[in-house]
């Protein structure tokens, strides 16, 4: 009988209530598990993730979780790796510079839209060891090379640029968990919600002069898809500036 079909087949209640599949803990790999883990806070967020529930996913029990995965702290430097891994950088490397950080930079973007909970994981202060993420930061130095930066500003342009994206990003998981909670998007919960004490503020132009102004204008475009362009552009033109006063623009 193929080991899928085993799987999804439960066999009778153990001590203690837990159900268990056959052939679950027989097959139980750290793949197996990182992939549930990713599935898991892909569909419910990080906060419904935990080594019980990927237990209780596999159908299998919480302790042999244990012999592939130490703990969540490394489960989560597993599913790390993998989902930057499902979306490798391109080759060969982009030959000039801002090319090459604004692929990086849109890429990420990428990953943090597919996963929303992945963001809040990242640190740039305790930075995870996680391979397939470090590479990004290399790829960035990488592109750097050549223009006129010290070791120090190449590293800084690489771990600000990646800072900006994840701040951003933070608000993927946030804004799904909101419309979860009020069953509204970002625009419904505006037009719903925000209306009276969004007029309320823009009515007080002595207090508020610049939203009062703002108010009496075009509308504008503040979605996270507007932010993040708008701020990746500007720091890579600041980027450009310190590269030109180095003398290392071209090439």
């Known amino acids: 009988e193929p080991a899928a079909r085993r799987e999804a087949r439960p066999v009778a ?5 837990r159900r268990v599949r056959v052939g679950g803990e027989r ?7 990182v992939a549930t883990a990713v599935r898991v806070a892909d569909e419910e967020g990080l906060a419904a993730l935990s080594m019980r529930r990927v237990a209780t996913e596999l159908g299998v029990a919480t302790m042999s979780l244990y012999r592939h995965v130490p703990g969540k702290d490394e489960l989560l430097r597993f ?5 930057f891994r499902e979306q490798p ?6 030959s000039d510079w801002r090319e090459g950080l604004e692929t990086i930079a849109r890429l990420q973007w990428r990953i943090y839209r597919r996963h929303p909970w992945l963001a809040s994981t990242m640190s740039f202060t305790r930075p995870v060891p996680a ?17 006129g930066l010290s070791w120090e500003e190449m590293a800084q342009t690489s771990v600000a640029l990646a800072a900006f994206v994840c701040g951003l990003a933070v ?4 804004e799904a968990q909101a419309e979860q909670d009020s069953g509204l998007s970002a625009d419904e919960w505006m037009e ?17 002069p610049m939203f009062d102004a703002l108010n009496r204008g075009p509308e504008i475009d503040l979605s996270l898809e507007a932010l993040f362009e708008f701020g990746m552009a500007r720091m890579l033109d600041g980027v450009g500036l310190v590269i030109e006063r180095r003398g ?4």
Not at 13 to 17: E, L, R, S, Y
Not at 79 to 83: E, G
Not at 89 to 94: N, W
Not at 248 to 251: L, Q, R, S, T
């Open 27 to 33: 097959d139980l790999t750290r793949e197996r598990i």
């Open 192 to 208: 719903r919600v925000g209306d009276e004490d969004h007029e309320r503020l823009m009515a007080d132009p002595e207090r508020f």
């Open 13 to 17: 209640q153990p001590a203690g209530g």
């Open 89 to 94: 950088l391109p080759e060969p490397p982009a």
């Open 248 to 251: 290392g623009a071209d090439g």
């Open 171 to 174: 608000h993927f998981e946030r």
């Open 131 to 147: 391979p397939d993420a470090a590479l990004h930061t290399e790829r960035s130095m990488a592109v750097l090379v050549g223009r």
């Open 79 to 83: 599913m790390m790796d993998v989902v």
